[in-house]
């Protein structure tokens, strides 16, 4: 049985879910990544970043799964940092999809445009709607 999970503070407060890779996630990832959550914070963001904020030691993912999609439930706006390959990030994505949320590209210069159908061009013109 999956468990309600009370994830922010129901508070008046601006909220975020940051969507970036956690498992393909280098140390140079980190610190770029962190910057941005740090200056989203100091403007007032309340910021759920998976990698700090969902505990990642559900050994199948199902339960970060649905941590992550309570937290995108409740947050105001969603920031996708694009990582090729990162299979949770396509996850959340679809998450973000199914609940008609805003999405913000973080990282857009990270994404380039292709000639065929891709997840980087549903990405790009899904943040544009």
Sequence with gaps: MIKKVVLMNVVKTKRI?????????????RVEIAAYVRGLEADGWTVHWPERDTAQTDLVGIEICHINLCAIDVAHEVHFWHKTGSQGSIFDFGMVFALGKKIVIANPDAIQRTPHKSFENVLLAYACK
């Excluded at 879910?17 to 990832?29: E, G, H, K």
Aim: without cysteine.
């Design 17 to 29: 879910f940051l969507i970036s890779p956690v498992r393909m996630m280098t140390d140079a990832d």
